[in-house]
């Protein structure tokens, strides 16, 4: 849960005449992460299943290009049944049955992304003609006169008058038509409609020309170019509705290349000589008998497994990942910054805590949450099942966080719902939580905005303390686990010494003010006043100096000899005094973002009643303000969602990874195959 799974390393050797009955069996198994050849093995190496290997990842990526153009991701049927006398006949076999389809999908998919290209640049067409669509003459016979150069077509606003003083020697012609875009014509002689129109084209012009094959007349034009979009649409959906009376037979014959492509994977891996057939790779150990039962019942009982130990501390072994399902999700989140090694922690558990947490106080609205939620339901999931979790559990946390904090869509629905009275009537002077910036807008006391900003900087300040501290504990975890002692003792533990000399204050007095006068009577005081500025003190001054001469020391304990690298260490003296200061500042974004947050929703109110003075005395400036204050409900959720999870993810990836995090593991990739049942013939 914490660490990897325990895995063992085995070399499987089997006579020839079963192999084949065992690789099938380890396919359909889902236990057996392949490795190519042990070193002593190379020599044996099976080449003759390269070709055929390459043939079906090519006839793989073919048919996964078929599922695209129709829209549909690839799809594996269960529970087919595989006859096969040989692999590569196995695949040629089936390759060869399915030349029709492969030719019908191939023909068809052409033809429809043909049309669909068609009807884009019909769209394109479409979109530029409707700027001048209101015009009801033939303008082809102004562009094929030869007494005059005629062009037509838009610039932006802004550029209007520009375009007037560009447009010196021609005739022009201009008209505001629709938003933010002016269409411009222009006419005169060859060589200063030329010159003009290149001038326009800095400034943005863009010409507007009818194909042959429709009206020359805009208005009708643009009626023809609507009804070709209309019948090439329906000639797509003809294709579609074809294609899609096939798609049974593409998931079978997908289903069949996926397996073979599975199955290649084992053989191209495998050693062999002219008896015996040798394949390596892991089982995670809890699954050790079971891959000896399945070894013995696919063999007869005539194989031999070769244990090569119960590992896990190896960086080059592969990690297997058992976190309990409820944080799954989180996996998605730890694989954007790499696989963990088996020999580190995995911190996914812990991330799936801190991350929602910090999310919430970031982003603390009832009905911003709320949104975060509905997104995640009904667009995240579908797409991306894990992350659309992740972004659920955010946002249900923003709700929380939300209610703690009298927020539901900003200050405005949160009176009318009497969130405050609430908090009031059991006793809270406001919301545990509250921003002091809704505060000043209700009117709030000076002492009671000071207290809430205090409050909101002492948990920034106690959650990086507390991030930051146990992530140096992990790095001292994780440098045992890897048994790189000269890392633990020359670099992780005076690290970690020097993170709670710096971060304990916060943690004990939660009380940024408190701890920052500790801090200072600490460092100023040379360490006098109590017990705590002696420990702050004196815990920098030595884990400063163990920094710089730590793993000098180390080596000359092991017998290599007292061997200062000077300017090494004074780079690790200075990064690890810039660390505890930036990394501590950093976790103040929590309260950045949560007043910003706050502080667009007051914005939002302040124009609200600045819009509607009177309320609903006046019905339309009622609406007005009603429209701008959710329009900028719905600006605030989207941007500061996005950029709360941004902030969220910086304090996991950057602050507190570094600290014990590598995540340049391997991946624990066992060959799976859907249902299927493989009979020898």
């Known amino acids: 849960m914490l660490i990897a799974n325990r895995v063992e390393e085995v070399v499987i050797a089997v006579p020839n005449s079963v192999y084949d009955r065992v690789v099938a069996s380890l396919a359909t198994s889902g236990i057996f992460h392949i490795e190519p050849p042990t070193k002593e093995l190379t020599k044996y190496s099976m080449k003759i299943y390269r070709s055929a290997s ?81 015009l009801d003459v033939d303008i082809k016979k102004a562009h094929e006169s030869k ?43 060859n060589d200063n409609v030329k010159k003009t129109y290149n001038d326009l084209i800095k400034l943005g012009f863009t010409a507007i020309s009818i194909p042959s094959e429709f009206n020359g007349n805009p208005s009708k034009a643009y009626k023809e170019i609507e009804e070709e979009i209309k019948k090439l649409n329906e000639q797509i959906d003809n294709i579609l509705k074809s294609l899609m009376e096939k798609y049974n037979n593409l998931k079978e014959y ?27 790779g892991f089982v995670d150990a809890k699954d050790s008998k079971k891959l000896r039962n399945l070894i013995k019942n696919s063999t007869d009982d005539r194989y031999l497994i070769y244990s090569l130990g119960i590992k896990r501390g190896q960086r080059e072994i592969p990690t297997k990942m058992s976190v309990p399902k409820a944080f799954k999700p989180f996996e998605s989140i730890i694989k954007m910054y790499g696989i963990p ?49 992740v972004a659920l559990i955010l946002g249900i946390v923003g709700m929380i966080t939300g209610f703690l904090a009298a927020e539901f869509f900003g200050p405005l629905p949160a009176q009318a719902i009497h969130l405050e009275e609430f908090w009031r009537s059991l006793g809270f002077q406001s919301a545990p939580i509250e921003s002091p910036v809704d505060i000043s807008i209700s009117g709030g006391s000076q002492q009671l905005m000071l207290k809430l900003f205090y409050l909101s900087m002492d948990i920034s300040f106690w959650i990086g303390a507390f991030m930051l501290i146990f992530g140096t504990l992990l790095g001292i975890i994780n440098s045992y686990l890897k048994r790189d002692f000269e890392d633990l003792y020359g670099e992780k533990l005076p690290l970690f ?15 940024a003010t408190q701890a920052g006068s ?68 950093s976790f103040l974004r929590i309260l950045g973002l949560s007043l910003a947050h706050s502080g667009l929703m007051v914005g939002f109110t302040i124009l609200y009643f600045v819009i509607d003075p009177v309320g609903i005395k006046n019905p339309v400036l009622f609406i007005a303000a009603v429209i701008v204050y959710i329009l900028g409900n719905l600006l605030t959720a989207g941007l500061e969602g996005i950029v709360a999870f941004a902030h969220d993810l910086r304090l996991h990836f950057y602050e507190w990874f570094n600290k014990f995090y590598t995540g340049n593991g391997v991946p624990f990739n066992p060959i799976q195959l859907p249902n299927v049942t493989i009979t020898f013939i």
């Open 54 to 134: 390459a043939l079906s990842s090519e006839r793989k990526a073919r048919l996964e290009g078929f599922f695209k153009a129709i829209n549909k991701d690839p799809e594996i049927i269960s529970g087919i049944n595989i006859k096969i006398s040989n692999w590569v006949d196995f695949l040629n076999e089936i390759i060869n049955q399915n030349k029709d389809l492969e030719v019908f999908f191939e023909k068809n998919i052409s033809n429809l992304n043909e049309i669909r290209n068609k009807v884009n640049d019909l769209l394109e067409l479409k979109k530029l003609i409707g700027f001048i669509s209101y």
């Open 254 to 280: 997908y289903t069949k290349i996926y397996v073979i492509n599975e199955i290649f994977k084992i053989l191209n891996n495998t050693a062999s000589s002219e008896t015996t057939s040798f394949i390596h």
């Open 497 to 511: 010494l020097l993170f709670l000399s710096a971060g304990s204050p916060f943690l004990i007095y939660f009380n």
């Open 518 to 585: 500790t801090i200072k009577q600490a460092l100023f005081g040379l360490g006098k006043g109590g017990p705590m500025e002696a420990f702050i003190f004196y815990g920098a001054i030595i884990s400063l100096i163990w920094i710089l001469l730590g793993k000098a020391i180390y080596r000359a304990i092991e017998g290599e000899g007292f061997k200062l690298n000077p300017i090494e260490s004074f780079i690790g003296l200075f990064e690890s005094m810039i660390l505890v200061l930036g990394n501590s500042i």
């Open 341 to 389: 090694n088996s020999n580190e922690i995995i911190p996914t558990i812990f991330m799936a805590i801190t991350m929602p947490i910090i999310f919430g106080l970031m982003f603390p609205d009832i009905g911003h949450g709320l949104l975060v939620v509905l997104f995640a339901l009904f667009f995240l999931v579908p797409r991306s099942k894990d992350l659309g979790k």
């Open 147 to 189: 007494l005059i150069s005629f062009s037509i077509g838009i610039i932006p606003e802004d550029m209007i008058e520009y375009a007037k003083n560009a447009a010196k020697d021609v005739i022009l012609a201009y008209e505001k038509t629709q938003e933010n875009y002016y269409t411009i014509a222009i006419a005169g002689n």
